[in-house]
């Protein structure tokens, strides 16, 4: 009887790399005794049945795979298969390992990266566009915050590999750093770590404030006018 074997198990799999390497082994049970099995040509495959790599056992019973990562399939949960044909001496077997494929999620202003933002008031909502991405292309999940110090001052899912946050928070001076957070809606995604960027501002422009410069000359115009009248009427 023919036994196949990861090993290591391949458990979890990071996709970052350009590579991933498989080891396989192949052990032959007779009478008892467990023996390496060379010269057993191996096929490895996904859960698709899609053959990643193929090659034949060494004196060691061992075969060493090297996959291209973009082979592999997308992140997520999934599973790799060794199998052996078959021949007249050894019978034909499989085994199979379930997965996780995982990578790693970074995060991208293309609007700072360019210097292509403007001051903006932060009390009236900064809007600010996150590309969100890996080594296999633009991330369709999750969410993004945006920190100032310990407060959340923004959030949005991610939709097509972008978050479209507007940023709110009170602050002074021309600009404020901005601390951008992946937050994965599945263990697969890894965030890579968190974006810090300057976020240019102003402070609120005349027009602005008008509404309230108006409250108050009408209360006080009210005030006033309660005087006078107060006033007229004492004999």
Same mark, same amino acid.
């Given at each position: 009887?023919?036994?196949? @074997? ?18 396989? /082994? /192949? =052990? ?31 004196? $060691?019973? @061992? ?19 060794? $199998? ?82 507007? =940023? ?33 501002? @102003?402070?609120?422009?005349?027009? $602005? ?27």
């Amino acid at each position: 009887a023919l036994v196949l @074997r990861f090993d290591p198990v391949p458990r979890i799999v990071a996709l970052d790399a350009p590579q991933v390497v498989f080891e396989a /082994a /192949a =052990l032959v049970e007779d009478d008892g005794t467990t023996q390496a099995k060379a010269g057993l040509a191996l096929v490895l495959a996904n859960e698709k049945n899609e053959e990643l790599a193929r090659g034949t056992t060494d004196a $060691s019973g @061992r075969r060493t795979f090297v996959v291209d990562t973009l082979k592999l399939g997308p992140p997520g949960p999934g599973a790799f298969t060794l $199998s052996f044909a078959g021949d007249a001496q050894t019978a034909f077997a499989t085994h199979s390992a379930e997965t996780e494929r995982r990578v790693k999620v970074s995060l991208r202003v293309p609007a700072a990266e360019q210097g292509a933002q403007r001051a903006q008031v932060p009390e009236d909502g900064i809007a600010l566009a996150v590309d969100v991405a890996s080594v296999m292309g633009p991330v369709g999940e999750g969410a993004v915050e945006a920190h100032v110090g310990n407060a959340v001052v923004g959030a949005a899912p991610v939709e097509h590999g972008v978050a479209r946050l507007t =940023l709110t928070f009170r602050a002074q001076g021309s600009e404020t750093a901005v601390r951008l957070r992946y937050v994965p809606s599945a263990p697969w995604y890894e965030p890579l770590g968190d974006k810090v960027v300057s976020v240019p501002i @102003r402070e609120p422009g005349i027009l $602005s404030k008008l509404p309230i410069l108006l409250g108050g000359l009408a209360m006080l115009a009210f005030f006033l006018v309660g005087r006078v009248a107060s006033n007229a009427n004492k004999p």
